[in-house]
């Protein structure tokens, strides 16, 4: 037996079967079953029970997979312990946001691709908040603000947002003035959700409510668009509907504090060369990119925050 064989038993038994193994390692169905042959023929036992649903794991492979993780992490480590400042190499997912991911943090990662040729990067872009240990992620981009919970997170830039609504629906319901008005409003909103808002050195918080929701920030973006309500959404989603007047400032006297973009990865004593370089690299890119909304300032500054505990944020988009 080999590690690829280890490392696929692990990813099939994680995702559940094969099809969504071989998708988690970017190879195929076909490959993916090679290799476990090759194992279960090795160690002389059936690990994987296949059915039509999928693949479950047999009293021996569940006991098997324990030790089959602990193998390839361990191997994971000791590359980088003897290969330090040596090519980066082996598999990288990741998940990120389907709402600005792909025109705002694509191309650092394919920057990630190109200075590492020997890296096999799979960026899955979702406004979906996954579950990096049960599918398989080595981390995530997330952008919002965040509770708490036992994930890792390293802040990469700040993130600016605002409310905003349509004129006609400002028109038909009128201006909030303060931010009591809002519970007389319809809000577009991923869910239950709370606002925070500036009043002078307090933070005010509301807990707005509407009929219109979306796992989606460019789906509030269109709703609000089109005058059903006010939606609390990121800069870089909205400026151009604010420059053409399509959108306005709603509260401009009680802006948001900023939020944050963060590289989140599961709980762990160090985290992987690999996820420290895709950090890095994030930072200089967000330091260095600028989308200018309404006259407002839209660069995105990183600081070198330490990491921190944190939970799956509080969608901004």
Same mark, same amino acid.
């Given at each position: 037996?080999?590690?690829?064989?280890?490392?696929?038993?692990?990813?099939?038994?994680?995702?559940?079967?094969?099809?969504?193994?071989?998708?988690?390692?970017?190879?195929?169905?076909?490959?993916?079953?090679?290799?476990?042959?090759?194992?279960?023929?090795?160690?002389?036992?059936?690990?994987?029970?296949?059915?039509?649903?999928?693949?479950?794991?047999?009293?021996?492979?569940?006991?098997?997979?324990?030790?089959?993780?602990?193998?390839?992490?361990?191997?994971?480590?000791?590359?980088?312990?003897?290969? =330090?400042?040596?090519?980066?190499?082996?598999?990288?997912?990741?998940?990120?946001?389907?709402?600005?991911?792909?025109?705002?943090?694509?191309?650092?990662?394919?920057?990630?691709?190109?200075?590492?040729?020997?890296?096999?990067?799979?960026?899955?872009?979702?406004?979906?908040?996954?579950?990096?240990?049960?599918?398989?992620?080595?981390?995530?981009?997330?952008?919002?603000?965040?509770?708490?919970?036992?994930?890792?997170?390293?802040?990469?830039?700040?993130?600016?947002?605002?409310?905003?609504?349509?004129?006609?629906?400002?028109?038909?319901?009128?201006?909030?003035?303060?931010?009591?008005?809002?519970?007389?409003?319809?809000?577009?909103?991923?869910?239950?959700?709370?606002?925070?808002?500036?009043?002078?050195?307090?933070?005010?918080?509301?807990?707005?409510?509407?009929?219109?929701?979306?796992?989606?920030?460019?789906?509030?973006?269109?709703?609000?668009?089109?005058?059903?309500?006010?939606?609390?959404?990121?800069?870089?989603?909205?400026?151009?509907?604010?420059?053409?007047?399509?959108?306005?400032?709603?509260? =401009?006297?009680?802006?948001?504090?900023?939020?944050?973009?963060?590289?989140?990865?599961?709980?762990?004593?160090?985290?992987?060369?690999?996820?420290?370089?895709?950090?890095?690299?994030?930072?200089?890119?967000?330091?260095?990119?600028?989308?200018?909304?309404?006259?407002?300032?839209?660069?995105?500054?990183?600081?070198?925050?330490?990491?921190?505990?944190?939970?799956? =944020?509080? =969608?901004?988009?």
């Amino acid at each position: 037996m080999d590690i690829e064989e280890l490392r696929t038993f692990v990813e099939v038994a994680d995702a559940g079967g094969i099809s969504p193994g071989a998708l988690r390692l970017g190879v195929s169905k076909s490959i993916v079953s090679r290799r476990l042959a090759r194992l279960e023929a090795d160690l002389g036992v059936q690990l994987l029970s296949r059915t039509t649903r999928g693949a479950a794991l047999t009293e021996a492979g569940a006991t098997f997979r324990d030790y089959a993780a602990k193998v390839c992490a361990d191997i994971e480590i000791g590359k980088e312990a003897i290969l =330090p400042s040596g090519p980066l190499r082996g598999h990288l997912r990741i998940s990120a946001p389907m709402s600005f991911g792909p025109n705002h943090f694509a191309p650092a990662l394919a920057e990630m691709a190109r200075r590492h040729p020997q890296l096999q990067m799979q960026a899955c872009y979702t406004d979906r908040f996954v579950d990096l240990i049960a599918e398989g992620y080595d981390c995530a981009i997330r952008v919002g603000h965040l509770p708490d919970s036992n994930l890792i997170a390293r802040r990469v830039g700040p993130l600016y947002g605002q409310m905003v609504a349509s004129p006609d629906y400002l028109e038909a319901h009128g201006h909030p003035v303060t931010p009591d008005d809002l519970a007389h409003h319809e809000a577009l909103t991923k869910g239950p959700e709370v606002w925070q808002l500036t009043d002078g050195e307090t933070i005010r918080t509301v807990r707005p409510q509407g009929r219109f929701k979306s796992d989606s920030g460019v789906a509030l973006v269109a709703a609000a668009v089109a005058g059903l309500g006010i939606a609390y959404l990121p800069d870089c989603l909205i400026h151009e509907h604010l420059s053409s007047g399509a959108l306005v400032p709603v509260l =401009p006297g009680y802006p948001p504090p900023p939020a944050g973009a963060y590289v989140v990865r599961p709980p762990g004593q160090h985290p992987a060369r690999k996820i420290r370089a895709l950090i890095d690299l994030l930072i200089e890119y967000c330091d260095g990119s600028s989308h200018p909304p309404s006259g407002r300032q839209a660069r995105i500054r990183a600081k070198p925050d330490a990491e921190a505990e944190a939970a799956t =944020p509080d =969608p901004a988009g």
